[in-house]
């Protein structure tokens, strides 16, 4: 009896195990730079960081979109401007330290500003640990962050790499470009939410309902049905973009380390350090993976597919 139950068990998690490492794989196979970064040579940091650019699949459709300048590429392009305004401002309102042995040194090691020579970085005076930038490659990492990582070099540069690999993949923008196309999707479901509700109340009506309440119930289920399609294209869409970006900036940092032959490790250590913050500024909000997931993807990545053997 036990054994079957242990059975039972075991089975359990093998498949649950499996269709994690199946979700991974296929996150991996979209956003993974193993196979264009494993044979640039170590210090071509000009190299390392055009091949992640040229191969990466959400730039390409991006490139495509812009091209074609399409409606939600012509919307987003709006919203940049728009937020570039928010920018100037919040960051003229940031107390920064001088640390310029600091951040010359990150510059230098990461080598993002060979092509992106705009590329900064600054220490801001905060109290949460953690690091953002903004759309033009202004990189910020807070002075909490220095304290929680002992000023670990490795942890830092991992941590500027994730926010270089935001600027260089054009996350804002091609987030702000998602959106919109999400938007105009859901006026689509919208749009179809309430054809089909015309459609009931034709349907009563050329019937002859004379009494409203005999179609009641099937107004009901009609508009319950369409607002479960809605809130399911609604979670599909959330899902794929701010997770995806997320983790491509986290695998990007992740292999970097790897690349310069540092061990990815330290990233994991410092994602953790953040995340505790990320965690508790994020809460329940379904478009940012948690950090558990994070660190399993970059666990699960390192032990199945590492960049030397
Ligand atoms: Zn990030």
Redesign the pocket.
């Known amino acids: 009896m036990k054994r079957s139950i242990i059975i039972i068990l075991t089975l359990f998690l093998i498949f649950d195990a499996s269709a994690q490492n199946k979700k991974f794989d296929k996150i991996l196979k979209d956003i993974d730079i193993v196979e264009y970064v494993r044979n640039v040579p170590i210090g071509s940091y000009n190299e390392f960081w055009n091949s992640v650019v040229a191969n990466n699949k959400r730039m390409a459709e991006f490139r495509k979109a812009a091209e074609k300048n399409t409606t939600a590429f012509q919307a987003a392009r709006k919203d940049m401007g728009e937020a570039q305004m928010y920018v100037q401002m919040a960051i003229k309102s940031q107390h920064t330290y001088d640390l310029k042995g600091i951040t010359d040194t990150l510059i230098a090691h990461v080598g993002a500003n060979t092509i992106w020579p705009q590329l900064t970085l600054d220490i801001v005076a905060d109290d949460s640990p953690n690091a953002y930038c903004y759309p033009e490659g202004q990189v910020f990492i807070t002075g909490a962050l220095l304290d929680a990582t002992k000023y670990d070099f490795c942890q830092l540069l991992g941590v500027f790499t994730?926010?270089c690999a935001?600027v260089l993949l054009l996350h804002h923008f091609t987030s702000a470009w998602a959106i919109q196309k999400k938007l105009i999707t859901n006026q689509a479901v919208a749009a179809s939410v309430s054809a089909i509700n015309a459609m009931a109340n034709a349907y009563a009506q050329a019937n002859g309902a004379a009494d409203n309440s005999s179609w009641d119930s099937v107004n009901r289920t009609t508009v319950q049905l369409a607002n479960a399609a809605y809130d399911d294209a609604m979670h599909r869409f959330r899902y794929k973009y701010a997770r995806g970006?997320?983790y491509e900036?986290d695998v990007i940092a992740y292999r970097f380390l790897e690349w310069c032959g540092y061990g990815g490790e330290s990233y994991i250590n410092a994602l953790e350090t953040i995340a505790k913050d990320d965690d508790m500024y994020y809460g329940k909000d379904e478009d940012h993976p948690k950090t558990s997931d994070r660190v399993a993807l970059l666990r699960y990545m390192a032990s199945t597919y590492p960049m030397f053997q």
């Open positions: 994730h926010e935001h970006e997320e900036a």
